[in-house]
């Protein structure tokens, strides 16, 4: 082989323009996968715009998108809509840094702990079947109408998912593995932090999806009950005033931003699980 052929050869121009079309391939397979998927919802909204233009369907009890739209469109420019906003996301993060924080904590403890088990998961396990609206109305009463309420609210929600999922992660790690770090002559701090997190942390991520979805219809429940601030407080008073389409705008909010939130944990389990060989994400 000449040496102008062996330069050809092993050139790595090739190579690159491979992984060009295999990333192009990929693009366009999530584009088809993502236009499949908006399919059924934009031949809803169609469905329904033809059927509020046609009088087919009342615009004051369901209005069309068009005036949903033109609802967020009116909040936004005067600022409304993000003050509100701004608010409900600070009240659920701060929320769920508590009651998440704390979870995660008692859940390692109870997990590694059996005497701590023993003695605070009976009583977790009966507060956590009270269902969250027949408690909200008491940390009002307790807390009055004010931020700690909210925030008692929330974190209550975001603490069992967490709680619960971190001590049956702990729970399940494989026997073998502290034997491992016994042999290693870990202490428990490295056998907590090198052996038994990462094997929980699957299970521990699980709690962390949920936990963030539960504060976030925490929030919910307390912007609803009493609050002058927040989308809680803004569909409140659209009802009040009969502005279905604000409240509608509202209830939309809502769902984009957890789901959001709800994109961010899968990207965070898909970037901190590639090393599991079962991890199909």
């Given at each position: 082989?000449?040496?102008?052929a062996?330069?050809?050869?092993?050139?790595p121009?090739?190579a690159?323009?491979?992984?060009?079309?295999?990333q192009?391939?990929?693009?366009r397979?999530k584009?088809?996968?993502?236009?499949?998927?908006?399919l059924?919802?934009?031949l809803?909204?169609?469905?329904?715009?033809l059927a509020?233009?046609?009088?087919?369907?009342?615009?004051?009890?369901?209005p069309?998108?068009?005036m949903i739209?033109?609802?967020?469109?009116?909040?936004?420019?005067t600022?409304?809509?993000?003050?509100?906003?701004?608010?409900?996301?600070?009240?659920?993060?701060s929320?769920?840094a508590?009651?998440?924080?704390?979870g995660l904590?008692?859940?390692i403890?109870?997990?590694?702990f059996r005497?701590v088990?023993q003695?605070?998961?009976?009583t977790?396990?009966?507060?956590r079947?009270?269902?969250h609206l027949?408690?909200?109305?008491?940390?009002?009463l307790?807390?009055?109408?004010?931020?700690?309420?909210?925030?008692?609210?929330?974190a209550s929600g975001?603490?069992?998912p967490?709680?619960?999922?971190?001590f049956?992660g702990?729970?399940s790690?494989?026997?073998?593995l502290?034997?491992v770090?016994?042999v290693?002559?870990?202490?428990?701090?490295k056998q907590?932090?090198r052996?038994?997190?990462?094997?929980a942390?699957?299970?521990?991520?699980v709690?962390?999806?949920?936990?963030?979805?539960?504060?976030?219809l925490?929030l919910?429940?307390?912007e609803?009950?009493g609050?002058?601030?927040g989308?809680g407080?803004?569909i409140n008073?659209?009802k009040?005033?009969?502005?279905?389409?604000?409240?509608?705008?509202?209830?939309l909010l809502?769902?984009?931003v957890?789901?959001m939130?709800?994109?961010f944990?899968?990207?965070?389990?898909?970037?901190?699980?590639?090393?599991?060989?079962?991890y199909?994400?």
């Amino acid at each position: 082989m000449s040496h102008s052929a062996e330069v050809l050869h092993h050139s790595p121009v090739p190579a690159k323009r491979a992984a060009k079309l295999r990333q192009w391939a990929i693009f366009r397979q999530k584009f088809a996968d993502l236009a499949v998927g908006a399919l059924v919802p934009a031949l809803l909204l169609i469905v329904w715009q033809l059927a509020g233009n046609l009088g087919l369907i009342s615009t004051f009890f369901l209005p069309t998108p068009l005036m949903i739209a033109e609802a967020f469109k009116n909040l936004t420019v005067t600022g409304e809509l993000s003050g509100h906003l701004g608010i409900s996301v600070s009240r659920a993060a701060s929320g769920f840094a508590a009651g998440g924080t704390l979870g995660l904590l008692l859940g390692i403890a109870a997990g590694y702990f059996r005497r701590v088990e023993q003695v605070f998961d009976p009583t977790l396990q009966m507060i956590r079947l009270v269902p969250h609206l027949a408690i909200a109305p008491l940390f009002i009463l307790w807390f009055g109408f004010g931020e700690t309420s909210k925030m008692v609210i929330i974190a209550s929600g975001a603490f069992f998912p967490l709680y619960i999922n971190t001590f049956l992660g702990i729970r399940s790690v494989d026997n073998k593995l502290f034997e491992v770090s016994q042999v290693l002559q870990f202490n428990r701090y490295k056998q907590i932090v090198r052996v038994i997190l990462p094997s929980a942390l699957p299970q521990i991520l699980v709690g962390l999806r949920l936990s963030l979805a539960v504060s976030w219809l925490g929030l919910v429940v307390a912007e609803l009950i009493g609050s002058q601030s927040g989308i809680g407080f803004l569909i409140n008073f659209a009802k009040q005033n009969s502005t279905t389409e604000v409240i509608f705008v509202g209830v939309l909010l809502f769902a984009v931003v957890g789901k959001m939130v709800d994109s961010f944990v899968r990207i965070l389990e898909h970037r901190l699980l590639q090393w599991r060989d079962s991890y199909e994400g």
